[in-house]
Structure formats: structure tokens, C-alpha cells
């Protein structure tokens, strides 16, 4: 093998290159430091026209363009050309020359009080989860049919999988029955006209006859138990909750190993509902 000679050679000046010829290497910029939104960031006219909004809110009975662009400090014509386009986009609506909240404000406004409701239910619900160690169901009897509105479990505590539809087979689960039992007769007779009875597991109530037997037999305000009705290796219970006209219902279930807890869990469920039912009563129409 020739050997390598290692000696530090006399240094050299680096050839020199023309300008154009020297790479050049884009520079990265860095990134800006996030600051909060400034006046020279914000859109004036959108903060214009969410002040006109909102003062039109404030009055139920309307008001006229003199007096809110008094209200909100503008001046009169930037009123008027604020005020007219929120009335041609449907946010406000101009009636004898006063303004009101538009079509388009008011589902604005009913959306998020929906977000809101929803919320409350599921916090709610993750409450009695928690307290119990249980997954906890929600449902209500809406529009002639089982709505399971919400659910909340865990990893180590799954809730039953939907794996026949709810709203048919509201003869096998306890959420079903609890719904079916609040309602009169004529309204449980045209469900199971519309749903029919029939076999989801052996366990299942053979006919509407004897189902309805069952219903009129359920104590008001009492948990409703089935076990393993509508699926194989777990036990459920459900409590009513009437409030004005709906019927609402909030559930749990087991593992069938521990069907002997079942009652129990579901009397510590009637008991976290009667402290939360403030914050649930204001969500039952969701």
C-alpha cells in the first residue's frame, strides 16, 4: 500500500471565483414571534360592524341607524353602509326603518347554544363516569324515535357496541325500555308498530304483549334492568328522567360477571343525577 503523506503542505489563497459563479444559499427567514393581534392588524370594519351586532341585540323592540351609530360612536354614513350590508348578507333585518337581528344572527345564536348544551351533557355524563367507574349513556325519545345522544367510556371500561341499531331494538336494551316506559300507551302501541319485537339473544322479550305487560309493570322513577337482552355477556340499567314533555333516560352497563352490582351502580346513578340535574335540566332539549 503506497503511503499516505501527511505533512501539512504550505497553505494556498482559495482560487478566486467570479461573483457569479459562487452558489448562492436562499436565506431561511425566521419565524416571527407570535404577538397578540394589534390595531394594525385588526379589520377596522369588522370591528364596526360587531359593535352595530351586538347593540342591536340590546334591543328587542329594534332600533334606528341615528341611534345606533350614536351608541357605537360611528359616524352616521359608515353606520348606514355597515348597517346595509349586514342586512343584504341576512345578519340583520330592516323593518319601518328600525333594525333587527336577521335570520342569519339568530342561527349564529342558536348554534352555539346547542354547542353549549351539548357540552354540559357531556361533562355531565364524564362526571358519573368518573364517580363511578362505569360507562354511562344518554338518550332521549325524540320525534317518535331512541336517540342515544351521547356516551362516555373509557379503555379499561368500554361501553356495549351498537352492533344491532338502537332505535330497533328498543325492546332489548334498558335504554329502550326506560324511554318506552314514559310514554302512554298509544305512543308505545305505534313504536313497536313501527319497530317490531324480535329476537336480538336468547334472552330477548319474546313479544310486544309481553313487553308491554313489562312496561306497565315498571315503578315511576324506579332503574330499569335488563340483562343481557341486547348483547351476550353484559348486564345494563337505566333510569328515567321526565322533564315537561321529554322523555330522557341515562344508562350504565356491566360486564355480566358483575351483574350482582348492577342495582347498586344504578342507585349511585340516580343519586349522581339528582346532584347534577341543575346543569342537565338546561340540556335535556338538545
Known amino acids: 500500500m ?22 448562492q444559499v436562499p436565506r431561511q427567514a425566521s419565524p416571527e414571534p407570535s404577538e397578540p393581534p394589534n390595531s394594525a392588524t385588526l379589520i377596522g ?20 341607524a341615528k341611534q345606533l351609530a350614536r351608541e357605537t360612536g360611528l359616524a352616521l354614513p359608515t353606520a348606514y353602509h355597515l348597517l346595509r350590508t349586514l342586512v343584504h348578507e341576512g345578519y340583520l333585518r330592516r323593518d319601518k326603518g328600525l333594525f333587527f337581528l336577521g335570520e342569519a344572527a339568530v ?32 338518550a332521549q325519545y325524540r320525534d317518535g324515535e331512541i336517540e342515544v345522544v351521547c356516551v362516555s367510556d373509557t379503555p ?5 357496541e351498537e352492533w344491532a341499531d338502537f332505535r330497533e331494538t328498543g325492546h332489548a336494551h334498558a335504554i329502550g325500555q326506560c324511554l318506552l316506559s314514559q310514554l302512554d300507551e298509544d305512543a308505545r302501541r305505534d313504536h313497536l308498530e313501527r319497530h317490531p319485537v324480535q329476537t336480538v339473544t336468547p334472552y330477548t322479550v319474546r313479544d310486544s304483549r309481553s313487553l308491554l305487560r313489562r312496561l306497565d309493570r315498571m315503578r315511576r322513577m324506579e332503574p330499569v334492568t335488563e340483562r343481557q337482552e ?22 350504565i352497563s356491566l360486564p355480566v360477571q358483575q351483574a350482582d352490582r348492577l342495582l347498586s351502580v344504578a342507585r349511585q346513578l340516580q343519586e349522581e343525577v339528582g346532584r347534577l340535574l341543575g346543569s342537565l335540566a338546561i340540556s335535556i332539549s338538545i
Open 2 to 23: 503506497a503511503k499516505v503523506d501527511t505533512a501539512p503542505s504550505e497553505p494556498h489563497a482559495p482560487p478566486v471565483r467570479p461573483r457569479s459563479a459562487v452558489p
Open 45 to 64: 370594519s369588522v370591528q364596526r360592524a360587531m359593535r352595530l351586532l351586538e347593540r342591536v341585540a340590546e334591543h328587542e323592540h329594534g332600533a334606528p
Open 107 to 138: 342561527r349564529l345564536s342558536s348554534s352555539g347554544a346547542e354547542q353549549k348544551r351539548r357540552s354540559t351533557v357531556v361533562e355531565t355524563l364524564a362526571q358519573c363516569r368518573d364517580a363511578m367507574g362505569v360507562p354511562v349513556y344518554y
Open 156 to 160: 379499561g371500561n368500554p361501553a356495549v
Open 230 to 251: 341486547y348483547a351476550l355477556g353484559t348486564v345494563c340499567a337505566a333510569i328515567p328522567i321526565t322533564l315537561g314533555t321529554t322523555a330522557a333516560t341515562m344508562a
